[in-house]
């Protein structure tokens, strides 16, 4: 896949274009870009995609996001996307009249356009369908419904601050994931039987609280495990920790990425009269989550 940050580093040749933030690459995003993508083929055309770093809603609100650029790209990349417009959300950017977005549009050479129907460009989010067409035949898809409801990444929000990772993988179409780099813990887990690599990700990265079975990707390979997303009441803390024990592995992971997927949520996180009693607990949790896994 083909990485550029201006429409004027665009290959030369008429594109199919799919426009949007994309954040989570949900069902209904992959429909809109498989769209986009048989028409490409039938017009022998490379698929653009034009979104942007961080997602509007981020940028505009300090909402948190679903997935990160490195993630974004990956699954642009597994999706079979040829070339990705990653274009900087700034305070310029955000200022941009509706014409100036439109130009980008004419310098890609747009043969046709494919956005979401809840897609508006332009500051005040000035420009619709008929500027779009202006340019080039604009698809516009409607909503996909899962549930009786749009799929749309508000919606995943919701459902992943709920700690309903379950729901969120059915509108993704994946398990939820969250990368982090293991950083120095106070080391509870290990007095517990239990030790834990404590993980720092990306400010606003969205985490779902509780705890849950998980499968860990490593530098050392794949393990499965469970993970705790919370503040840890029964020793009075205060920040919000991430925090994973992974099944049969033995070793040091400081300032290594794990990239975390959330299969199930076990339950929610709990005070607990004594430390004895949350090792219990953690017994049961273990327990649970290796069932869930099969192993």
């Known amino acids: 896949m083909l990485l550029i940050n201006d429409p004027s580093d665009a290959p030369a040749g008429p594109k199919v274009v799919a426009i949007g933030s994309f954040d989570g690459l949900h069902l209904g995003h992959q429909h809109l870009i498989h769209q986009a993508q048989q028409a490409a ?11 942007f770093d961080p997602p ?41 009249s509706k014409d100036d977005f439109l130009e980008d549009l004419r310098t890609l050479e747009a043969r046709q356009i494919y956005v979401g129907a809840d897609f508006r460009f332009g500051q005040g989010r000035a420009g619709g369908l008929e500027d779009l067409n202006t340019v080039a035949p604009t698809q516009i898809l409607p909503l996909l419904e899962l549930g009786g409801s749009p799929v749309k990444s508000s919606r995943i929000r919701d459902l992943l601050r709920r700690g309903d990772v379950d729901e969120a993988r059915l509108l993704l179409g994946r398990a939820y994931t969250a990368r982090g780099i293991v950083r120095e813990g106070d080391r509870l887990g290990r007095q517990l039987g239990f030790p834990t690599a ?29 993970a705790n997303v919370g503040y840890r009441p029964t020793v009075a803390g205060q920040t919000l920790r991430f925090e994973v024990h992974l099944f049969g592995f033995a070793g040091d992971l400081y300032g290594q990425e794990l990239t975390v997927e959330f299969l199930t949520r076990l339950r929610g996180e709990m005070k607990f009269e004594s430390l004895e009693a949350l090792k219990a607990q953690l017994a049961q949790d273990a327990e649970a989550a290796r069932r869930l896994l099969g192993i």
């Open 56 to 96: 509007s809603k981020v940028f505009m609100r300090g909402e948190g996001f679903l997935t990160d650029l490195s993630e974004k790209l990956e699954l642009l990349r597994g999706l079979g996307v040829e070339i990705a417009l990653i274009v900087p959300f700034t305070e310029a950017f955000a200022r941009r």
């Open 198 to 226: 404590n993980l720092e990700v990306a400010p606003l990265k969205i985490l779902p609280l509780g705890v849950f079975a998980v499968r860990v990707q490593t530098p050392q390979g794949r393990f499965g495990g469970m």
């Open 41 to 51: 083929k039938r017009l022998h055309a490379p698929l653009l995609v034009y979104t």
